[in-house]
């Protein structure tokens, strides 16, 4: 039986979770609580030394990070493929999810991570945060982490991230002028990988970055909420509550994100 450590709102999780969905594949999950710093434990450093979501454990051996347990999973279950057989497809494919791993995923954070992180952190001593902070294994996660838990949305990070963001946009327009998804015309792992990214822009009301200008990309993520997978891999492990919260508290902080795109 596969197993997956996830959290409800981790985009890298959220795409693997659409990988095992779209694949049929039956696993068995465990939660990790971020806010609660689960992921630094020693337990979980056993398994993921990153300590981040996903980990992947399939016959009793880890794998780690999302883009290579999304190839593992093509490779290793090949019923489904989500992979094009053309090399130059699939060297377009590795490109948007090494854009995402590299680009994407940091700015989400960026712009994320001050909206469902730092209350919890604030409520603490800055003895108790630092000591917290310090354990985040890899060094610009932890000090991006700190300078978000300093200045929130004024965080220097957020106008790279809303501009990192807005040319991902430009770029995804553009590739699907020239077909039906993002490397050709059928739905591949880069699709996969980059709609977690707009799920977060969807549930804090941040979808006028792309909505008036862009109807090509609306029209894919729409056709990609419309996915099963998209239902059970993202959306079944959302509540009502928890999409209400984080909508109220995006529409609270849009204003600092918009003052970058203008
Ligand atoms: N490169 C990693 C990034 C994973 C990652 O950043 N996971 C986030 C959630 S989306 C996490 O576990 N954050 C915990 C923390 O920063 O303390 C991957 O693709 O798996």
Redesign the pocket.
Known sequence: MLELYT?P?????Q?VRIVLAEKNLEWAKHH?S?PD?E??SPEYLKLNP?????TLVDKGRPV??????CEYLDDAYPQVSLSPEDPLQRSAMRFWMKHV?VKL?PS??AIQ?PLI?RDKLLLMSEEEQNLLLDK?VEKP?RER?KRLLKYGLDAPDVADAVATYYKTIVDMEAALGEHQWLVSDNFSLADISVAPYFQTLHQFNWTAMYEANFPRVLDWYARCRERESYQVGVLADLSEAMLEQLSAKGREAWPKLAAHLA
Request: aromatic residues 4%; positive net charge.
């Open positions: 959290h709102m981790s985009p890298c999780a795409k990790v971020l710093k992921n630094l990153l300590g981040v979501v996903p780690i990070e999302s883009s290579i347990i791993d995923h989400c954070g991570w992180m985040v996660r982490q």
